[in-house]
């Protein structure tokens, strides 16, 4: 069983629609959770950081963790073409080691015009 | 500012034969990473690198990848000889910090470079 489980869609929507994006992992040492975007044919861009758990709001995004269940989410309000993207959900058991952090395997979205 | 630059950007070679990539961090980041992301994966770390040490190479295959950082600034990872399994896009990565920023978590991508082997 990986460490973290992401489903990888393709997931494709209308514009306006409300997205939601999740991540499931196995390890309950994580502590800090990121969701990086990632456009095609370009490196990953952080998005989104949380730690521990409960919600996180900036625009339109929402990143949302539930330890308890060994969850995570990001959800995306009145989304947008510009947000077709690849969303990795990366995870770490503590701050400041990119040797513990673990990345999910993405979700591809596509929003529809 | 400039973000993090990394060529070429898109290499085909057979197996056993060798190839390098090139990165520059952003300017005044000491910490510099090489990931490898196979198709349909998360980003693996492969090295990871302070100023001009190593801090983490735990999960480089060190029978055929090499990586250096030289002065501290620029880095070039090495693949000889390449495998099949090796076709990946290889991201390069810095942060200001050792590690990760403990506030953000954030360290900025280079666009890859995606290398296949035939």
């Known amino acids: 069983q990986k460490e973290v489980e992401q489903d990888p869609g393709p997931l494709s929507v209308p514009e306006g629609a409300i997205v939601s994006l999740n991540c499931t992992y196995s390890n309950s040492a994580f502590q800090y959770f990121m969701w990086y975007r990632q456009y095609s044919r370009k490196g990953p861009e952080l998005l989104m950081y949380?730690?521990?758990?409960g919600n996180k709001e900036d625009g339109r995004f929402t990143a949302q963790v539930d330890k308890s269940s060994k969850y995570i989410s990001l959800f995306i309000r009145d989304s947008q073409p510009s947000d077709s993207a690849t969303y990795l959900c990366?995870?770490?058991?503590?701050?400041?080691?990119?040797?513990?952090?673990?990345f999910g395997s993405g979700t591809q979205l596509t929003v529809l015009p | 500012e400039a973000g993090v630059a990394q060529s070429p950007r898109y290499k085909i070679i057979e197996k056993r034969q060798s190839v390098a990539f090139w990165c520059n961090p952003i300017?005044?980041?000491?910490?510099l990473y090489w990931y490898q992301q196979i198709l349909g994966q998360g980003p693996k770390l492969l090295i990871q690198?302070?100023?001009?040490?190593?801090?983490?190479d735990s999960q480089l295959p060190k029978d055929r990848f090499s990586a250096e950082r030289l002065k501290g600034v620029d880095s070039t990872l090495k693949i000889q000889p390449a495998k099949l399994e090796d076709s990946a896009v290889y991201l390069c990565a810095s942060s200001l910090a050792r590690g990760l920023a403990t506030n953000t978590g954030e360290l900025f991508f280079g666009e890859g470079s995606r290398l296949t082997v035939l």
């Open positions: 949380t730690y521990s758990s």
């Open positions: 300017s005044g980041h000491a910490t």
């Open positions: 690198f302070q100023n001009n040490g190593v801090v983490d």
């Open positions: 990366a995870m770490s058991r503590r701050a400041g080691s990119a040797r513990q952090l673990t």
